[in-house]
């Protein structure tokens, strides 16, 4: 029977590099370049909650780390490592490896290594924390709070078929085998924006990555900027799996909520004068990224989507809150 110390010397203790002392002290140690601020984040992911029960492992390794670096990305931060917590019912060795195959899959990819963390048996159920750690130089990190009136509105990729995948994976919507095929990548293997957010650094003013909705995300932005919004509905960039949809496949509602509300799409928000226009189109095609331009900062308070016939959408749907009854 394999002990804790067993698995995590298999699973979790690939060496790091120099000026990183990782796992096997009581913490672990790195350095940061010297007038940098270290930038850091904590995601709690929970069995039944944020994951199915029979997701691929690898998948999931790859999601529990891409929802921490995300967070990086939002502020411009680049990554330097990573602490792993892990709470598993029981030891199941094949799991574990595939987990730790995706989680250092990505890690390595962005140069996040692995430096600590904590294993332990759970009574139920399988609950995993990240945490991330990154730097970036103290007066260009991306904050929620700089929009800036008649800034522009932009996202990052497209949005709508990680919601899509989700609601047919837990039978809420009906479940077509194609649509599933060409949606599930955007919910199982999210991609961090990271060098998107390097690069926003010098050009845009706020940022945020939509975890939770576009609406809700975009809110936050607004709320701690202390402006308004208002968003075409036709410039909203969806996923070409659910835009090539033959009408009535799926309801003109569902598809709505998903790009507006849809949670789990890990893709920037963010703000920017007009005259950083040319300058972000650059940045999207150099990284191979669409970037769309959405809508605009406003004073007045509010977030107002608009029709194609410049007519308010009314009742929108909003995003994904825990607590909400
Ligand atoms: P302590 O009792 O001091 O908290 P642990 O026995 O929990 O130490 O962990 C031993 C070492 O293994 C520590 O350096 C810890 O960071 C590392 N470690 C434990 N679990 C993980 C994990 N899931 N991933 C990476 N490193 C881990
Ligand atoms: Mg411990």
Same mark, same amino acid.
């Given at each position: 029977m394999a002990t804790e110390f067993d698995l995590i010397k298999r699973f979790f203790s690939r060496p790091v590099s120099a000026g990183l002392l990782g796992g096997g002290d009581d913490c672990a140690l790195f350095g940061v370049t010297p007038g940098l601020q270290v930038a850091t984040s904590t995601d709690l992911l929970l069995e039944g909650r944020h994951f199915f029960s029979d997701v691929d492992p690898r998948s999931l390794g790859h999601k529990a780390l891409a929802v921490n670096l995300s967070d990086l990305a939002a502020m411009g931060a680049r990554p330097l490592g990573c602490l792993l917590g892990l709470g598993l019912p029981a030891i199941d060795e094949a799991w574990i490896e595939q987990f730790a195959e995706g989680f250092y899959a990505l890690a390595d990819q962005h140069g996040c290594a692995l430096i600590g963390g904590d294993t332990t048996r759970s009574l139920q159920g399988i609950t995993l924390s990240v945490t991330v750690f990154g730097e970036v130089e103290p007066n260009l990190a991306l904050r929620r709070n700089a929009a800036q009136v008649d800034d522009d509105i932009w996202v990052s990729g497209v949005f709508g078929a990680a919601d899509i995948a989700c609601r047919m994976l837990a039978g809420e919507i009906p479940l077509d085998a194609a649509l599933l095929q060409a949606t599930r990548s955007a919910l199982e293997w999210p991609a961090p924006r990271i060098d998107l957010g390097q690069q926003l650094r &010098? +050009? &845009? +003013?706020a940022a945020i990555d939509v975890s939770d909705g576009l609406l809700q995300d975009l809110g936050h932005i607004l709320a701690a900027s202390g402006v308004g919004a208002e968003l075409q509905e036709q410039l909203l960039p969806m996923h070409p799996a659910l835009s090539g *949809?033959?009408?009535? &496949? *799926?309801p003109p509602e569902v598809l709505q909520r998903a790009v507006l509300a849809g949670g789990d799409v890990y893709e920037l928000c963010f703000t920017a004068a007009p005259a950083q226009r040319a300058a972000l189109e650059k940045i999207g095609s150099a990284l191979g990224l669409t970037l769309s331009r959405i809508g605009s900062v406003r004073a007045e308070p509010g977030l107002f989507v608009y029709d194609e016939a410049r007519n308010i959408i009314p009742d929108l749907p909003r995003g994904f809150d825990h607590f909400r009854p």
């Open positions: &010098a +050009h &845009a +003013h *949809l033959p009408q009535h &496949a *799926l």
